[in-house]
């Protein structure tokens, strides 16, 4: 990493992300002090990270591992009290996550018996059983069917909610669209932008309106036609760029003018699309 900095808002979801061979799990590995970092330190609520704080840190790594011959119910109580619950806590706190996530009739299965979500989901329910103040999920939802994923998002809101603080590392950009409310790109072990969601979508938004209208939409010295479809409704949909003065009341009063307008939208870029262009723009720099 080269001076990467990052500051985290606490009971916030901050999306890490940053295509294979960024830097993402390396990041990961100095926060949770499984390596040292050649310089600079990591704090967690203000203190600098100890080994003793690391236990206030539930790891979610993407080479997931549990013990195939133990049962579920064993293993999990196990790793509870590797974070320091008693044997009495873990069972207490385990057996309400078993029944949010549909699992208590597999508690005395062994994990070798459970499907591939199912492992996943009682690895999930080791992460967070100590209730820890910062969660560390590095692509959770991988192996996930749609009914599933939806409900560890549910779950990861939740503990959102209730004040916990997740770094979410993803390659799955609508995941990110849902959950996170801050995100960082980095990118060849470097900090490409970082910063609350919606600001950074705001940042990166370049004038280009979806118009849907009747008639033909014809080139003028004031707007860029980028491109143009016709709906299975008979309307046109052109995406236009905006060369105006007064924004997009301005764009839109010209619009009228010219042909029967049934919708009128900004184009906000999605983080896909500015994943791509930083990433595209940085390897051509």
């Not at 499907?115 to 329910?125: L, T, Y």
């Not at 409704?233 to 760029?241: A, I, S």
Request: with cysteine.
């Amino acid at each position: 990493m080269k001076d990467v900095s990052l500051s985290i808002p606490k009971g916030s979801i901050f999306g890490l992300l940053g295509p294979n061979g960024a830097g993402k799990t390396t990041l990961i590995r100095i926060i949770t002090q499984i390596i040292e970092p050649d310089q600079g330190l990591v704090s967690l609520g203000g203190s600098q990270m100890t080994a003793e704080l690391v236990r206030k840190i539930g790891y979610l790594p993407e080479e997931r591992g549990l013990y195939k011959k133990m049962k579920v119910g064993e293993q999990l109580i196990y790793l509870a009290q590797l974070k320091g619950l008693s044997k009495s806590e873990a069972k207490a706190r385990i057996k309400p996550w078993l029944e949010r996530l549909d699992l208590m009739d597999w508690s005395d299965k062994k994990v070798e018996d459970l499907s591939k979500g199912m492992a996943q989901k009682v690895q999930f329910i080791a992460t967070v059983v100590h209730k820890p103040e910062l969660i560390i999920l590095d692509e959770p939802f991988s192996g996930f069917d749609p009914v599933n994923a939806d409900l560890i998002k549910d779950e990861i809101l939740r503990l959102r909610d209730e004040g916990t603080t997740v770094i979410f590392s993803t390659h799955r950009m609508e995941s990110v669209e849902e959950l996170c409310d801050h995100i960082a790109l980095i990118n060849k072990s470097q900090k490409v932008l970082d910063g609350p969601k919606l600001q950074i979508k705001e940042e990166h938004k370049d004038g280009t309106f979806l118009v849907t209208h009747e008639g033909q939409l014809e080139p003028a010295s004031y707007y860029e036609i980028i491109s143009q479809k016709t709906t299975e409704t008979g309307l046109t949909e052109t995406m236009v760029k905006d060369y105006t003065d007064g924004g997009p009341n301005n764009l839109l009063k010209e619009l009228l003018g010219k042909v029967e307008i049934h919708g009128f939208m900004e184009r906000i870029p999605s983080v896909n699309d500015i994943f791509i262009s930083n990433v595209t723009n940085q390897n051509n720099g």
